[in-house]
């Protein structure tokens, strides 16, 4: 575990200094990201010109809801972008044998292989939208309930990831999983405003099938008072942990049929 | 005249290669189009809950009917126009094939805008009109929406075409950054969220502040997508239809020489950069 949490460090520290080199083009991700979450919520205050609440919840509680799903994206965005890459080429191009050869756990050394700092554009927007809608909703914040934000966060964080590898480890067998992957990445945006909206069918989708209610919708009303604690704590954590195995498991299934496009 | 025409029939495989493309590809076509519908039904759940949530039935013009109709007419728009120029001028600035197109005996405008029909035309077929379908008679039936009328269809049609002109032209010109700025997928996202947002994909410009709305009616987005559907659903009426039109066509004139400038000028500074 320590090995592998220098490697990291190592892998970072690198890809800073490269990134140091093009300012330019961070500051062209970081603002075509918080553009694009900022554009989602001036949508937002422009129906709320209009309407007093939206199915009973108000402005600053979807509001809330909205800053809280970027944040477990952007964590997953910040670390774990390269699956994507795995999904798209990495098979195609026959490229995924040097994972297999090098004394490390493969599925680190993909994700390893980029830290996309485009993400800070999410976690900024996310960081502002939440605290402002806290503070106007008068959310206290104990040291207990800090430490359940976090939880919850991490654990949505893994959600994310967790469905990103498992439709990216498709490409073992159909070599390029990208349209997929973008299709169900698409349903997350379902998690930003509350499920009540959505007809039962799109609720057990997005809750049961593909949890992506568990990254935003359900574990941010636990703040807002809407959802108890023991649905949010220990339902995204679960869902955490169960996704997650899952996806694990058919990860390593997956590299145990990978044939090698090589000669 | 005669010869014009031959001129032309030399871009007609460029257009017909852009469909075969999409037919070589249509099963990730197809999961890239679902994954848009699956963004168009979030928005079309979040403006019914919107409706039920309000006081009155009607919200700045819209009844709820018209305002669903709003959102998918918007996609098809946005569907049929397509796009993509830019990520070929990118793609060949960055490979360096552009310096071999240049030496070639065709326009390389005209060549780009003939793959910008043929994706047009594919697009329209395979996505546009099916959902037109699907939205017409559904809302007939359910809803008792009564069907368009001819001529706002019509007129529907004259403004997608400029849409589409007008569309390409400025993507022409974001293209061409490429010669500029290596990072075109973040650049390009940013363009896309930005024109998505103030072309009232998402919401109409009609629900903007009168400033806002004052302020982005000096740049061509409204032209681009809130024209053919407000169009569309007979929201601009006599003179105002008109107008509409007139801005439209300005745009299309006025994006067509810029090009050209900003053409003229990238392929100088290519020239010093081959050395």
Not at chain 1, 4 to 20: H, N
Not at chain 1, 104 to 112: A, R, T, V
Not at chain 1, 154 to 173: D, E, N, Q, R
């Amino acid at each position: 575990m320590k090995k592998y949490i220098k490697l990291y460090g190592k892998f970072v520290s690198q890809y800073l200094k490269f990134m140091m080199q093009s300012k330019v083009n961070f500051f062209i991700g970081f603002f075509g990201f918080l553009t694009t979450q900022a554009t989602g919520i001036a949508f937002l205050y422009l129906v709320f010109q209009n309407i007093p609440s939206l199915n009973g919840w108000s402005y600053y509680e979807i509001l809330f809801i909205y800053g809280f799903a970027q944040l477990p994206r952007g964590i997953d965005h910040l670390f774990t972008d390269y699956i994507w890459m795995m999904g798209m080429r990495v098979v195609v191009r026959g490229e995924f044998d040097r994972y297999l050869l090098r004394p490390i756990n493969p599925l680190f050394h993909l994700i390893s292989e980029r830290f996309q700092p485009d993400a800070f554009g999410e976690l900024a927007v996310g960081t502002v939208i939440t605290s402002i809608a806290a503070a106007k909703l008068g959310i206290k914040l104990s040291f207990g309930k800090i430490i359940i934000f976090l939880v919850l966060i991490l654990a949505g964080a893994v959600i994310y990831t967790a469905i990103k590898l498992f439709f990216a480890t498709l490409a073992f067998w159909i070599k390029n999983s990208l349209p997929i992957m973008n299709l169900v990445y698409s349903m997350s945006d379902f998690a930003k405003y509350p499920n009540s909206i959505y007809s039962k069918f799109v609720q057990g989708v997005i809750t049961i099938i593909i949890p992506f209610a568990f990254t935003a919708f359900i574990p941010a009303s636990y703040f807002t008072g809407k959802t108890s604690l023991a649905l949010a704590l220990g339902g995204t954590v679960s869902v955490a942990i169960v996704s997650f195995s899952i996806a694990y498991a058919f990860w390593l299934y997956g590299i145990k049929s990978y044939e090698s496009a090589g000669n | 005249m005669e010869v014009s025409k031959r001129k032309l029939r030399v871009y007609i495989p460029f257009a017909k290669s852009e469909i075969q493309r999409a037919l070589a590809y249509r099963l990730s076509f197809f999961a890239f189009i679902l994954g848009d519908i699956l963004q168009v039904s979030v928005a079309f759940y979040l403006w019914n809950a919107i409706f039920n949530s309000s006081s009155g039935t009607i919200i700045n013009g819209f009844t709820k009917t018209q305002m669903l109709t709003y959102v998918v007419i918007s996609f098809i728009t946005v569907m049929s126009i397509g796009g993509g120029t830019e990520w070929i001028i990118g793609g060949e600035v960055q490979s360096g094939e552009i310096a071999i197109n240049l030496i070639r005996p065709i326009n390389y405008q005209i060549r780009l805008l003939f793959q910008a029909l043929g994706s047009l035309f594919w697009q329209t077929i395979a996505i546009s009109l099916p959902l037109w379908f699907m939205q017409t008679f559904v809302f007939y039936f359910t809803v008792g929406q009564p069907l368009p009328s001819l001529a706002n269809i019509g007129l529907y049609l004259i403004s997608l075409v400029m849409s589409f002109l007008i569309w390409f032209l400025f993507n022409f010109c974001f293209g061409l950054m490429a010669f500029y700025v290596t990072y075109m997928w973040g650049l390009n996202m940013l363009k896309e969220t930005l024109v998505r947002f103030l072309s009232g994909a998402i919401i109409p410009l009609m629900f903007f502040p009168i400033w806002l709305q004052k302020f982005i009616s000096f740049f061509p987005f409204g032209s681009i997508n809130y024209t053919p559907v407000m169009l569309y659903l007979g929201k601009f009426k006599g003179n105002d239809a008109l107008k509409a039109l007139g801005v439209q066509l300005l745009w299309v004139v006025l994006l067509f020489v810029l090009s050209n400038i900003l053409w003229k000028k990238a392929t100088k500074r290519l020239t010093i950069m081959g050395g």
